[in-house]
């Protein structure tokens, strides 16, 4: 008697249906795996963070009434923690291939076997549209956006800018405008397990717009401009998550034609 090949396949890499206990054990190892790639790429940019806060520094200075003016700090400590950040924000770039191919090998016995050849696919489309998503914020959005809260101000204010408060600004900006151009590749996750395909996208789509806006309006500054530059490109990405889905997703079990279900019923 032959055994099960779902048998011979079981372990943690190749059985969905492992404990729970063996799931944490699992996520643990991963997440040490990605806090160590993190950690390592915080030693390698610490050591550039003052010429990597001054690039994240540029499309500010560029508007300031005082063409490169410089921001202020109102506690000792702060520099230090900043620049100490701006390394580790370097690092979590930096560890990005890292941390996505984590994230695949922990899902990945969700999926069947041979989505293991979309590993090199998952964390090569993950890390780069993240960095897409990032230098959009900085080359596009920050630009526009600054200017816009800028000249907002009476022209007899002068900005004050500490740099804790602008450090964390644009952390968030660049973290929101990277992660949320991952959609695509979500989308198209959820597909190839089932969860969705491209009707269910289509229907949904209102619905994808209210979502996209009203995180566009947590996410970013509160101006209509920055606001809409970080959702038309998101609304555009859904729409291209729609074709990608058509092409490489799988049907839903609830979308197979009835004619089919019965024929399978009738060879039974």
């Not at 008697?1 to 372990?11: I, L, R, T």
């Not at 390698?44 to 540029?58: G, M, V």
């Not at 920055?226 to 998101?234: F, N």
């Not at 490489?248 to 019923?265: I, K, Q």
Request: net charge neutral; glycine share 8%.
């Amino acid at each position: 008697m032959k055994p099960d090949a779902s048998v011979a396949q079981s372990g943690p890499d190749h059985d969905p249906a492992m404990p729970l206990v063996d799931h944490l054990g699992e996520l643990r190892h991963r997440l040490m795996m990605s806090v160590g790639a993190i950690l390592a790429g915080f030693v390698i940019c610490y050591s550039y963070a003052e010429p990597l806060f001054n690039t994240l520094l540029a499309p500010l200075q560029e508007i300031l009434p005082t063409k490169g003016g410089n921001l202020i700090f109102t506690g000792l400590t702060e520099p230090f923690l900043v620049y100490l950040k701006t390394g580790l924000l370097g690092g979590v770039i930096l560890a990005m291939p890292v941390i996505f191919l984590q994230i695949w090998l922990f899902v990945r016995p969700a999926f069947r076997g041979r989505e293991e050849k979309y590993t090199t696919a998952f964390v090569f489309f993950g890390s780069f549209l993240f960095v897409v998503g990032a230098a959009f914020g900085y080359f596009l959005v920050f630009p526009f956006g600054f200017r816009f809260l800028i000249q907002f101000a009476d022209p007899e204010f002068l900005p004050y800018l500490t740099i804790r408060e602008y450090f964390s600004l644009t952390t968030k900006m660049l973290f929101a405008f990277g992660l949320m151009f991952e959609t695509p590749l979500v989308l198209v996750f959820l597909a190839r397990l089932g969860a969705i395909d491209a009707a269910w996208l289509r229907r949904n789509r209102r619905y994808a717009i209210v979502v996209i806006f009203v995180v566009g309006a947590i996410l970013t500054p509160p101006d209509v401009v920055t606001q809409l530059m970080l959702a038309a490109p998101l609304m555009l990405l859904y729409e291209l998550s729609i074709a990608l889905v058509v092409i490489m997703g799988r049907p839903r079990p609830d979308t197979v034609p009835s004619e089919d279900l019965a024929a399978g019923s009738d060879a039974r």
